[in-house]
C-alpha cells in the first residue's frame, strides 16, 4: 500500500510539474502581438527602395520599347510600367511597416476594376514584370529584383527577335464572279498553301481574302497572279492573327 501510494503521489507531482500545451490559436495571436502595428522605415530605406524600382523599371522600359512587335507603339502604356513597379513598391512598403493599413490596403484593393483592353498578349507580361519588381524592391529583396529583371530581359529580347522562315500574308485579290474558275486555278499554280480568310461579292465583282504563307519574304507570286487579265488587282499584306499591319 505504501509502494502504491508513492507511485501515486511521484506521478501527481509529474503532472502538477509539466507546462500547459501551446495551441497553434496562441501561436498566431502571440505573433500578431509582437508585430508593430505603426513601424516605419528610415529615410534611406525608402529612398533606396524606389531608386532601385526606378532604375529596373526604366530597363523594362527600354526592353519594351525595343522589343516591340504591334502595330502601333504606345508611349503612355510604357511610361505606365514604370509608375506601376514604384506605386507597387510604395504599397507593400506600406503594408511591411504598418499592420492596421496592410489590413486596410487589402480591402481598398479588392474593389479596384480594370477595364482597359490589352492588346498585345505580351502587354500583360510586362505589366505582371512591372508589379514583380515593385514588390521585390518595396520588400527589400533587391538583388532577387535585379537578377529575375536580367533574366527575363534576356528571354524576352531573344524570344522576340528570333524570325520565323515563314511568315504569315493576307493576299487580297479582287476580279470578276463569271472569271472566278479560271481566277481560283490560277492563285492555285502559284500559291504553295492557302486558306480562305473572307470572301465579298458586290456588284459581280468579287474581294477575295486568302492567308498565305511565304517562306523568306519571298513575295514574287504577286506579280506573276497580277499578271492574269482576269484579276483586277492583288493586294499581299502582313498578317499576325488578329490585326493587320
Known amino acids: 500500500m505504501f509502494f502504491r501510494g508513492n507511485l501515486r503521489s511521484t506521478g501527481l507531482g509529474r503532472i502538477n510539474k509539466m507546462e500547459p500545451t501551446t495551441s497553434y490559436k496562441d501561436i498566431i495571436k502571440q ?12 529615410v534611406a530605406d525608402i ?16 526592353i519594351y ?38 489590413l486596410g490596403m ?4 479588392s474593389i479596384v476594376r480594370f477595364r482597359t483592353a490589352v492588346k498585345d498578349p505580351l502587354d500583360i507580361v510586362f505589366m505582371f514584370w512591372a508589379i514583380a519588381v515593385g514588390i521585390a524592391n518595396g520588400a527589400m529583396q533587391f538583388q532577387l529584383s535585379l537578377a529575375g529583371s536580367i533574366f527575363i530581359a534576356l528571354i524576352i529580347y531573344l524570344l522576340t527577335n528570333v524570325k520565323s522562315q515563314v511568315n504569315p500574308y493576307l493576299l487580297v485579290v479582287h476580279y470578276e464572279i463569271n472569271d472566278e474558275n479560271e481566277v481560283l486555278a490560277s492563285l492555285k ?19 477575295l481574302t486568302l492567308e498565305v504563307r511565304v517562306e523568306k519574304d519571298d513575295t514574287k ?9 482576269k484579276v483586277q488587282d492583288v493586294i499581299l499584306v502582313s498578317y499576325d492573327g488578329d490585326y493587320v499591319s
Open 221 to 229: 507570286f504577286v506579280e506573276k497572279i497580277s499578271q492574269n487579265t
Open 106 to 109: 487589402v480591402g481598398a484593393l
Open 65 to 102: 520599347k525595343k522589343t516591340f512587335r504591334g502595330v502601333l507603339y504606345t508611349h503612355s502604356f510604357n511610361v505606365s510600367l514604370v509608375m506601376i513597379s514604384l506605386v507597387t513598391a510604395l504599397v507593400i512598403m506600406t503594408i511591411s511597416t504598418n499592420l492596421i493599413l496592410s
Open 31 to 42: 505573433s500578431f502581438m509582437d508585430l508593430n502595428p505603426s513601424g516605419s522605415l528610415a
Open 47 to 62: 529612398g533606396l527602395s524606389l531608386i532601385a524600382t526606378l532604375f529596373i523599371s526604366l530597363g523594362i522600359f527600354w
Open 189 to 207: 499554280d502559284h500559291l504553295k498553301s492557302e486558306k480562305l480568310k473572307s470572301k465579298t461579292v458586290s456588284s459581280g465583282i468579287v474581294e
